[in-house]
């Protein structure tokens, strides 16, 4: 393994939402969208991280890049995120005022789920990727600006000729190819990409993830790669780590988790992938009882509780801790080998 470049410590990564009521709009609860999660992102690595909708996965990606408490007021944030510098410097994002984030903005970028609300409608082309560059690089002059965006034009395979026109100009595909160009722009260490395919048709979905392996080969940036289509995820992932309701289940290399799952919960979402040949039945398919509980009345102990098929009494006393197991996994079952 490579050098760390961004460790979430101790299964401590804890974000609440509060929830308000009442003709005085006053705290109710809170919403334990995420709730105790730690993983570790190396050099030139892509993580993936996979789980049914609602289980946080987003919340954890903008938890990492420190953008939660500006775009939802009164979030309460508890953990480290570290992330370590070339030099050695290690720094808790989690912490940082917007002014001493500043600098770690250029370094982690986000490429957004939905091509078509994530770019600005009234900005060209090229002041959409030109933006983070006057931020970040403010003693750029306009001719290298003005060369580094079509430089990158190039990069993400879209013609030098495009940066005057407008959003509303471009397909799906190519709207995705813009937000990547804006991303790599300052040269990132990391790049967060919330579901970035998902709204893209299957065809377009192929052309962008081969062109993400593409420029982390020539770049050698690292990739969290959040979504919730494991066939996706295990093309472009070396590891993969599988969420269940604000927590990690379970962690390893894609063929582990992909073909030999340990934790039930994983090993019901790999049965659920559909089977393209017609003729035949997938025999170990896991059907879960029950539906997802709330993430504001979360069970107590494993919240996977309710809805596991080896499910003990004792499963509702604390959470498990991820356990090394036969396979070389990290699985936070007790009761699995």
């Known amino acids: 393994m ?5 460790e979430v410590k101790n299964k401590n990564l804890r974000v609440r939402f509060p929830v308000h009521g009442g003709i005085l709009q006053r705290k109710v609860g809170d919403v334990k969208a995420v709730d105790g999660v ?93 933006e983070p560059l006057e931020i970040h690089n403010p003693e750029m002059s306009k001719k290298a600006i003005d060369d580094k965006v079509t430089w990158l034009l190039e990069r993400v395979g879209l013609q030098p000729e495009y940066a005057g026109r407008y959003p509303h100009e471009f397909s799906g595909g190519q709207r995705q190819r813009i937000g990547i160009a804006r991303a790599l722009a300052t040269n990132p260490d990391l790049i967060i990409c919330d579901e970035p395919v998902s709204a893209l048709d299957v065809s377009v979905q192929a052309q962008v993830i081969n062109l993400m392996e593409d420029l982390q080969k020539e770049f050698g940036m690292s990739y969290l790669f959040i979504a ?51 003729t035949r039945k997938n025999k170990d398919r896991v059907v879960l009882q029950g539906d997802i509980p709330t993430p504001l009345n979360k069970p107590s102990g494993c919240g996977f509780r309710t809805r596991c098929p080896i499910a003990r009494p004792e499963c509702a006393g604390e959470v498990p801790e991820l356990l090394v197991k036969s396979n070389g996994a990290l699985v936070a079952c007790p009761y699995v080998s």
């Open 2 to 6: 490579s050098s760390p470049l961004l």
């Open 38 to 130: 730690s993983f570790t992102i190396e050099r030139g690595e892509t993580l993936g991280l996979v789980g049914e909708s609602g289980c946080g996965k987003t919340t954890v990606g903008r938890a990492l890049i420190n953008i939660l408490r500006h775009v939802a007021p009164g979030v309460e944030l508890d953990g480290e995120v570290v992330f370590v510098d070339k030099d050695g410097t290690r720094t808790d994002l989690l912490h940082l005022s917007k002014h001493n984030m500043n600098p770690f903005r250029s370094k982690i970028q986000m490429i957004f789920q939905d091509p078509y609300s994530s770019l600005n409608a009234r900005l060209s082309v090229k002041q959409i990727i030109a």
């Open 228 to 278: 919730h289509d494991l066939s996706v995820v295990y093309h472009i992932s070396k590891r993969i780590a599988v969420m269940y309701l604000g927590n990690v289940a379970e962690i390893g290399t894609a063929d582990q988790v992909y073909f030999d799952p340990v934790h039930p919960y994983s090993k019901a979402l790999i049965s659920a992938i559909p089977e393209p040949d017609p």
